[in-house]
T-cell receptor
Framework: NAGVTQTPKFRILKIGQSMTLQCAQD?????MYWYRQDPGMGLKLIYY???????DKGEVPNGYNVSRSTTEDFPLRLELAAPSQTSVYFC???????????????FGPGTRLTVL | KQEVTQIPAALSVPEGENLVLNCSFT??????LQWFRQDPGKGLTSLLL?????REQTSGRLNASLDKSSGRSTLYIAASQPGDSATYLC??????????FGPGTRLSVLP
């Protein structure tokens, strides 16, 4: 198993540009999450999904959008990038199919995004 | 609103020492608490998960305890090694899908 994979690893955007951060997992997990981590801070939840076709907002959703068309993929879309979105973005998944997502969260390696 | 703090922010110890990392949370209505390790430039790796009904979990040299009533958890690392050097984060989950992370404790174990 590759676990949770994220692409790209690094990206520099100009203010106002848009991009999609990709996340995929091969563990058949129902639950998937997007977090951002700012320097010296804990992770903050942006969006999460409890299954294909179902997404919901986390603590800091403004400026982001997500979709979940398959169990495996959970892309995060940034529209009109702003310097405040400079951060490291982590995708995570948990819970085998049929579970209530009580299992351990497995994280991807992260995407380091800079908005100039 | 749930808030999670971790003390100390950084810790440096000589190899072989036993050490304790602390995590505090403000709302005791949690579903579970998880301890993670993060190496520089990498993602998070789960170390231990404690359900709200449990008091502690152990894995090798690691032991995590949970006291919901006082809003505290500790991570005990026995016989520390240089390979334990990393940032350790705790996270609490409520009964929905809200996860709140602490800022982490940066640990350095000196050979």
């Amino acid at each position: 198993n590759a676990g949770v994979t994220q692409t790209p690893k690094f990206r520099i955007l100009k203010i106002g540009q848009s991009m999609t951060l990709q996340c995929a997992q091969d563990m058949n997990h129902n639950y998937m999450y997007w977090y951002r981590q700012d320097p010296g801070m804990g992770l903050k939840l942006i969006y999460y999904s409890v299954g294909a076709g179902i997404t919901d907002k986390g603590e800091v959703p403004n400026g982001y959008n997500v979709s979940r068309s398959t169990t495996e993929d959970f892309p995060l879309r940034l529209e009109l990038a702003a310097p405040s979105q400079t951060s490291v973005y982590f995708c995570a998944s948990s819970g085998a199919s049929g579970s209530r997502g009580t299992d351990t969260q497995y994280f991807g390696p992260g995407t380091r995004l800079t908005v100039l | 609103k749930q808030e999670v703090t971790q003390i100390p922010a950084a810790l440096s110890v000589p190899e072989g020492e036993n050490l304790v990392l602390n995590c505090s949370f403000t709302d005791s209505a949690i579903y579970n608490l998880q301890w993670f390790r993060q190496d520089p430039g990498k993602g998070l790796t789960s170390l231990l998960l404690i359900q709200s009904s449990q008091r502690e979990q152990t894995s090798g040299r690691l032991n995590a305890s949970l006291d919901k009533s006082s809003g505290r958890s500790t991570l005990y690392i026995a016989a520390s090694q240089p390979g334990d050097s990393a940032t350790y984060l705790c996270a609490v989950r409520d009964y929905g899908q809200n996860f709140v992370f602490g800022p982490g404790t940066r640990l350095s174990v000196l050979p």
